[in-house]
Structure formats: C-alpha cells, structure tokens
C-alpha cells in the first residue's frame, strides 16, 4: 500500500527566516546568524510548532510557526483513494511548515508572515506549469488569420534570482490548438455511413528568457521569445463500421518560425503554487515570403516553483 509522505517527505523541512535587520535564531541546540537578513532552518517534522527564538541587539523573542498537514499527505486522496492516510497517520513525515517566513525583528510579539518582501538573491527555481486555456491567433502562408483556443500544453524552465527580487526565468513550452472541424455536405449518401470533415490543428513550441520583479504576491516579467508555429489542414473521410476509422484524402501542413516577445504575470498563492497569465505576441518571421505579421499565444496556466538551490 503506498503512502505518500512516508515514501516521499524528508524527515526535516528547510525554512528560510526573513528578517528585517541582522538577527541570530536558536533552533534546538543550534545557532544561526542571519546572512543578507536571511537565515535557514533545518526545522524536525512534528505535529508540534516550530519555536525559535530570535534576538538582535535589543531584543529577544520566541516565535511559534504552525504546523500543518503537507500537499504530499493529502495527494493520498486521488493517489490511493485516501488509504495512505492510514499509514501517514502517526509519522511525522506528513507535517510541514512554510518554506519561507517574514518576520519583524523590532516586533516584540514574535508574529510571522508568509509572504513578504524576500531577498532570494542566488535561489534557483525550478518552474512547471501547464497552460490550459490558450487563445492562439496563427498567420500560416497564404492562408490569412487562423484563430483558435486549446486547452494542452506544458512548459519547463528555471528561475535564477541575480538580486534580491528580480530573477531571470529560461523557460520551453509547448502547446496545442483545438481542432476545428467542418462537416462536408454529401447530397448523396453512400451505402456505408461515410461522414467527410475537414480538419484543423495548431500548435507551437517556444523559447522564451525574461527578466521579471518579485513584488510580494505578484511577480511581473518582460522578455524575447522564439517560436516554431504549425499549422496543418485535413480533409477526412470518417467510415463508421463499429467504430470510426479516418481515411485522408488531403493534407497540407505549414510551419513557420517566429520571434517576439513574452511578460509573463504570476499570482502566488502558496509555498509553490502561482497562477499566471503569460501573453506572447510574436512579430518577425525571417522565411516567410511576409516577414512581419502579428501573432499570439495567450496562456492562462497553473505553475509550481520549487526551490532547487538556497
């Protein structure tokens, strides 16, 4: 039977301290001085709270982090229908606390917050989203504007802080249009149940490196982008014996590469979970007989950022 935060969770969660002035904490037996108003904690999993105890030059204060139950616990529910759960139950494993908190260090009652103004100067993240509602706007050769919306696609990329609120994120995605069908009339049906349909399919695959703000919740991005866009055209006979079966009878498939530009926004709304818009239009098109047409892909996607490099 699996369990997921047995098998997956490490005993311990790092959590970084985010302070407004240079502090020391003690976590159990250790001490630990802050670096650019940063510190990290190797925090035990337990049911418990986490408690540190802060001090600065002119105050000392005992800060209590809740504990909760992690992502991994609940993904027993889809996984294996919640029965992990029976294992996880009594293991530690299954707690967690915030990766990152912002505390006050002129705040006496040792209060915390979860989000902030961080400084993750040299963090490296790692970014995967899936882009799910995506309006294309393609300009295949001689075939004028092709409009559609697609709900499949992927991107991977990295985020490198090279300050304390502005990262770099290098980033590969790739996204599928809807298929637009058209039914062809036939004023004389054969014996067979024969359906003729006329198909269309876009797609891209791209590129993109941008320069973008951390502002508390929000991030706000601004970069270039290199896109490969596909168009393709089918003209099909559908026969329906027990089940359809396509028969083509024409297919033409246009490619065309591009480039442009990409501002990516983002929403955070956990410890790795954000919710984003990323609009990319693309102008220049450097084999096409017209070299400049505008296009787009609009992506409205759920993202997951997880830290790789403290």
Not at 18 to 40: C, G, L, M, V, W
Not at 137 to 165: T, V
Request: aromatic share 16%.
């Amino acid at each position: 039977m699996s369990s997921c935060a047995t098998i997956f969770n490490q005993p311990h969660k790092w959590v970084t301290v985010h302070t407004t002035e240079p502090s020391q904490f003690i976590y159990r037996q250790d001490t630990i001085s802050t670096i650019d108003n940063k510190a990290h904690l190797k925090a035990e999993r337990k049911f418990e709270d986490l408690s540190i105890v802060a001090t600065t030059d002119s105050l000392t204060t005992t800060i209590k982090v809740g504990s909760s139950n992690s992502a991994i616990y609940w993904i027993n529910i889809p996984f294996n229908y919640g029965l992990g759960m029976l294992v996880d139950r009594n293991n530690p494993k299954r707690y967690t606390y915030p990766g990152k908190i912002f505390i006050n260090s002129a705040d006496a009652e040792g209060r915390y917050s979860i989000f902030g103004k961080a400084n993750n100067k040299d963090e490296l993240y790692l970014h995967l989203s899936l882009p799910f509602f995506n309006p294309f706007r393609m300009m295949p050769e001689n075939e004028g504007a092709k409009i559609d919306i697609g709900f499949i696609g992927i991107n991977f990329g990295l985020d490198y802080y090279h300050s304390g609120n502005q990262f770099i994120n290098l980033g590969f995605s790739s996204v599928a249009g809807g298929t637009k069908r058209t039914v062809i009339p036939n004023p004389n049906p054969p014996i067979l149940h024969i359906k003729t349909v006329e198909r269309e399919f876009m797609s891209t695959n791209y590129f993109s490196l941008s320069n973008n703000h951390k502002i508390g919740r929000f991030s706000i991005g601004y970069g270039l982008s290199f896109a490969r866009n596909i168009w393709e055209y089918q003209k099909v006979n559908w026969i329906w014996f027990f089940i359809p079966w396509p028969n083509i009878l024409d297919s033409v498939q246009k490619n065309h590469n591009t480039f442009g530009l990409i501002f990516p926004a983002y929403y955070q709304i956990g410890e790795y979970f954000n919710f984003g818009v990323v609009y990319r239009p693309t102008f220049y098109r450097p084999s096409m007989p017209d070299k400049f047409a505008y296009e787009h892909l609009i992506s409205v996607d759920f993202a997951w950022k997880i830290r790789l490099k403290r």
